[in-house]
């Protein structure tokens, strides 16, 4: 059994952690691959073992790699899948950031995740992605997005306005500093922020999110994920900000814009005894009330 870590990096008190990983694989005998610039971090501090292999891009991972464990937080993990892509490795994310909504096993539940990976006693929650069509090239191999794709004004420039439609017919203008489509993964994240609705994982629908409309009859719109989102931009600079995740690249105005569901998704494991409501509740503080 091969598995691959990948990390952007971890704080030295994080150590103990790595170690106790580490030796939880070596007791079930599996084979760590390890992200090239975390193991850089860490390899002269920490004992890797005998057996071990390093990856720096996603054409290393296609040789029997059972899973990808993403050691950090949300933005962490939104990294991880970019290496996936469409090999259909399932990700593993353990929370070492914040609030830990995607990545939500915690750091004490190593033992009980390695055994589960093992033994196979997971559950696989398979999330949609987001594709991105432009007339120039843009986001190189990764056109797509876990949690959302956005289009917005550039720093301290006036607010823009996206002439929006589904399947080529007309939805929307919207005088806004942008905005923001976000897959139900992503709805609680960016979008959710912006008075975005959350919407359950399995639920086959986009949410199109205003992010600072300038008009007070402007709400949040789901669509079914069939549809192909499209965009005319207009503005007073000649550029924009486009995001995939946590990616970004300023894009010239004039530039065509499609957003539509991609072809292949992405399998994200958690334990059997997690749940959606219960991230919901426990992430989110979601049906809190004092006098419970």
């Known amino acids: 059994m091969r598995i691959a870590i990948y990390s ?29 610039d975390f193991f850089n971090q860490f390899y ?38 970019t290496f996936v892509r469409d090999t259909g490795i399932p990700v593993l994310g353990i929370n070492y950031g914040r609030l830990g909504f995607l990545a939500s096993i915690g750091k004490d539940e190593l ?35 876990l949690n959302e794709i956005t289009i917005h004004k550039k720093d301290t420039s006036p607010m823009i306005k996206i002439h929006t439609y589904l399947n080529g017919e007309f939805l929307n203008t919207y005088w806004a500093d942008g905005l923001i489509v976000a897959t139900p993964t992503g709805s609680t994240g960016y979008s959710l922020s912006c008075n975005g609705p959350v919407i359950f994982p399995e639920s086959a629908s986009f949410v199109i999110t205003p992010i600072s409309p300038h008009n007070l009859n402007i709400r949040p719109i789901i669509v079914p994920d069939n549809n192909i989102i499209s965009f005319e931009i207009e503005g007073r600079t000649d550029g924009f900000l486009c995001t995939l995740d946590s990616r970004r690249e300023i894009v010239d105005k004039d530039v065509q814009l499609a957003v539509k569901k991609e072809s292949f998704g992405i399998n994200l494991i958690r334990l059997n005894e997690n749940n959606f409501l219960q991230t919901l509740r426990n992430k989110l503080s979601w049906g809190l009330d004092k006098r419970n």
């Open 111 to 145: 033992h009980t995740a390695v055994e589960a990976l093992v033994k196979r006693t997971y559950m696989l929650d398979k999330r949609t992605l987001l594709h991105l069509d432009a007339n120039m090239p843009l986001f190189d191999k990764v056109p797509y997005a």
């Open 8 to 36: 952007r990096g971890l704080d030295a008190d994080h150590q103990n952690g790595i170690k106790l990983l580490l030796s939880e694989l070596t007791a079930y005998k599996i084979e760590p691959v390890i992200f090239q």
């Open 44 to 81: 002269s501090t920490i004992n890797f073992g005998d057996k071990y292999s390093t990856f720096n891009c996603s054409e290393d991972l296609i040789d029997d790699i059972d899973c990808i464990i993403s050691l950090g937080g949300d933005g962490t993990l939104l990294d991880t899948v």
